[in-house]
């Protein structure tokens, strides 16, 4: 029999659903109905189907939000670049060369230290309020390594992207080329059956244009979604890159020229905005401003990774993108759900309209403007994933 779920008393519940008020499909005093996990109704508590529940919660007046669509994390690794981080407090630049010592803890951790972290992580996410995540490879870099990356995110999360192309690992350093054409060979074989989607870290010190082209088309023609790291650490011919190639995103374009915003306002490829990295590299933020104005559909995401993001909090970005990115709350709360939702793909989560998926938040605050403006406060009271 189907089990359906009434959640009332909620102060104030963004659904992102047309039929209530303004951009964010605010209900104040709401109600809403959940069956077998689905989202059913959503409105006034005082029009609520208490007949058809077969229970009923009281909110007590908290705010509800749908939960957070994560769609860029690096979630399986060994190791720790806490040492790496303090020394780029006090002035040392950041590059993708880091990368590599992650390369060599994860190669030497086993199955089960790698499951055990990632299983605490996705944890930590979703106690913070995040009910749907991506998770990268890119720690490993030889074929059993990604594979197992790849096998084990696959445990944690549908939104799996094989990151083969992080960085040329060093025993190919003087032959980039052979890399690439393992990362086309014999990785994406292995790699591909686990993975959902494809990710090229295009940018100096990773791998060039042709390399990435050459990468996100062998993912493609094997069925994969297309992803993009670009303008990360300097202008470079990603973002445009993405776009021709109808990338569903292209991530970090913190160096924006003005031909990347014309081709993104007039493209499906949503921008990842990830504001952990500038805050932990003391890069400068991305032009968020420019890029909404411009009509680009953005969304925000942790990047949690031990180099340049170490946080998995989809709240503290919110903050900051609020604080740093001449960002409005509403537009920051969007690209946190609904825009990391279409950034993946998926019709179903980052919002509460009927028959989307039951994955909300309530907060211990009477608003989601308190995501902003109490910075660093743990306002997650209560994670649902799937009405649970």
């Not at 059913?40 to 007046?61: I, Q």
Request: glycine content about 10%; proline content about 6%; some cysteine.
């Amino acid at each position: 029999m189907p089990r359906a779920t009434l959640l009332t008393g909620i102060g104030e519940l963004v659904t992102f659903d047309p039929a209530h008020d303004g951009p964010l499909g605010l209900v104040r005093d709401a109600a809403i109905l959940s069956v077998d996990g689905r989202v059913e109704w959503t409105g006034p508590a005082g029009s609520a189907p208490l007949g058809d529940a077969d229970e009923v919660h009281d909110a007590r007046g908290a705010a509800v939000i749908p939960g957070f669509v994560d769609s860029h994390t690096h979630l399986v690794f060994a190791g720790d670049r806490a040492a790496e981080f303090e020394a780029r407090m006090a002035g040392q630049p950041y590059s993708a060369g880091g990368i590599r010592s992650t390369v060599a803890a994860t190669r030497a951790a086993s199955d089960g230290e790698l499951r055990n972290q990632l299983s605490r992580f996705a944890s930590e996410l979703r106690a913070q309020g995040t009910t749907t995540f991506e998770v990268k490879s890119g720690y490993g870099l030889t074929v059993g390594d990604e594979e197992r990356s790849l096998r084990l995110a696959r445990e944690v999360t549908a939104e799996t992207t094989f990151l083969g192309a992080h960085v040329v690992p060093p025993e190919y350093a003087d032959r980039p080329d052979e890399y690439v054409d393992l990362v086309v060979g014999p990785m994406l074989d292995a790699c591909a059956p686990h993975a959902r989607w494809i990710d090229v870290f295009c940018e100096t010190g990773a791998f060039d244009p042709d390399q990435t082209r050459r990468i996100l088309t062998a993912g493609a023609e094997r069925g994969l979604g297309l992803r993009v790291h670009a303008s990360q650490l300097g202008p470079g011919a990603g973002i445009a890159l993405a776009v021709e190639l109808g990338a569903a995103a292209v991530d970090h374009c913190t160096y924006l020229a003005n031909r990347d915003v014309e081709a993104l306002s007039g493209s499906t490829t949503v921008v990842g905005l990830l504001p952990g990295v500038e805050f932990s590299t003391r890069h400068p933020y991305p032009d968020a401003r420019r890029l909404l104005d411009a009509g680009v559909r953005v969304a925000l995401a942790s990047d949690c990774n031990p180099g340049s993001s170490f946080t998995s909090s989809m709240a503290f970005c919110i903050a900051v993108a609020v604080r740093d990115m001449e960002m409005t709350v509403p537009e920051a709360l969007r690209a946190a759900t609904l825009g990391g939702a279409e950034s993946l793909r998926r019709d179903d989560v980052g919002h509460l309209r009927a028959g989307a998926r039951a994955d909300f938040v309530v907060l211990d605050a009477p608003s989601y403007v308190h995501l902003a403006y109490r910075p660093g406060v743990p306002l997650v009271a209560r994670t649902v994933i799937g009405g649970a």
